[in-house]
Nanobody
Framework: QVQLVESGGGLVQTGGSLRLSCAAS????????MGWYRQAPGKQRELVAS???????NYADSVKGRFTISRDVVKKMVYLQMNSLKPEDTAVYYC????????WGPGTQVNVSS
């Protein structure tokens, strides 16, 4: 069983930056894929970015050029550097880890004020 805990959310003005962190525990093995999803009120949860243990990344078109995902594979950490934030980035951000099954963190709120 993998446990995930996110941190780093908060309130920021348009154009500002935040860095989210996610710590995984409970697995002795390297986690093949870790990523970030978000869910805004009234909308479906969507992929923001993902990163394989080999360093392959994938981004939603809406965040390309503004967000950067990175991982510390050994420490089982994943980060999301978010720059040039927009009000439409406001959402609960969830960390996800895939290792045979999908595991989710409880989420961290990001609010971007206009």
């Amino acid at each position: 069983q993998v446990q995930l805990v996110e941190s780093g959310g908060g309130l920021v003005q348009t154009g500002g930056s935040l860095r989210l962190s996610c710590a995984a525990s409970g697995s002795r093995f390297i986690i093949p894929v870790m990523g970030w999803y978000r869910q805004a009120p009234g909308k479906q949860r969507e992929l923001v970015a993902s990163c394989s243990s080999g360093g392959t990344t994938n981004y939603a078109d809406s965040v390309k050029g503004r967000f950067t995902i990175s991982r510390d594979v050994v420490k089982k950490m994943v980060y999301l550097q978010m720059n040039s934030l927009k009000p439409e980035d406001t959402a609960v951000y969830y960390c996800k880890a895939y290792i045979l099954n999908n595991y989710w963190g409880p989420g961290t709120q990001v609010n971007v004020s206009s």
